[in-house]
């Protein structure tokens, strides 16, 4: 298996609260991605990273943001956390663009009361 | 923009039975195509890909022929068994792009 952690696993927390959640690479992988997966909408990206300090959006990067600081880490930050963004968030990597196999990581499920 | 769509699931079979998932695809250029799979309470994981029209990818007995003509990457095996019961979603990686687009997944039920 890839080794890929996210953390935390689960998260329960307020509307308006900032969040951040971390995913952690030992794959030396350059490209790292951050989704959401909702029931009726599959898996959406939400921003990825093609090397560290380099990102990009995704197609429901509204209301995210992201860090890079070394190339195992790539953070995922709800500034203030609303009811929408409860979801199941998965992170992954890939060695090279798109025809590369990503691989993913265990999920993060988000709750926003 | 790219797009994938799968059939509606659940699709619900019993063990034995042979599986058909439809995906079609909207892309411009020469995609490449994959199947993931999402065993329940886990990550995806790639079951199968095909990079180049009328590829044929297989793996644990699922097969996907890439057909430019049908703009189609659809999904069997020939008898299921109780273990493929999984969430299996469709995805396309554009031309020089490097992410990929999901269609909305298909649940698999699979009755002893």
């Known amino acids: 298996d890839a080794g890929i952690t996210q953390s935390p696993r689960h998260k329960v927390t307020e509307t308006g609260t900032p969040v951040t959640l971390r995913c952690h690479q030992t794959?030396?992988?350059?490209?790292m991605y951050w989704y959401r997966q909702d029931p009726g909408h599959g898996l959406r990206l939400i921003h990825y990273s093609y090397g560290v300090k380099d990102t990009d959006k995704g197609e429901v990067s509204d209301g995210y943001s992201v860090s890079r600081s070394k190339t195992e880490d790539f953070l995922l930050t709800l500034e203030s956390a609303t009811s929408s963004q409860t979801s199941v968030y998965f992170c992954?990597?890939?060695?090279?663009?798109?025809?590369?196999?990503?691989?993913f990581g265990p999920g993060t499920r988000l709750t926003v009361l | 923009g790219d797009s994938v769509t799968q059939m509606e699931g659940p699709v619900t079979l019993s063990e034995e039975a042979f599986l058909t998932i439809n995906c079609t695809y909207t892309a411009t250029g020469y995609p490449s195509l994959f199947w993931y799979v999402q065993y329940p309470g886990e990550g995806l994981q790639l079951l199968l890909k095909a990079t180049k029209a009328d590829d044929k990818g297989s793996n644990k007995g699922f097969e996907a022929t890439y057909r430019k003509e049908t703009t189609s990457f659809h999904l069997e095996k020939g008898s299921v068994q109780v273990s493929d019961s999984a969430v299996y979603f469709c995805?396309?990686?554009?031309?020089?792009?490097?992410?990929?687009?999901f269609g909305k997944g298909t649940m698999l039920l699979v009755s002893p």
């Open positions: 995805a396309l990686s554009g031309t020089g792009y490097s992410t990929l687009t």
């Open positions: 992954a990597i890939s060695e090279t663009s798109g025809y590369n196999e990503q691989f």
């Open positions: 794959e030396n992988h350059r490209y």
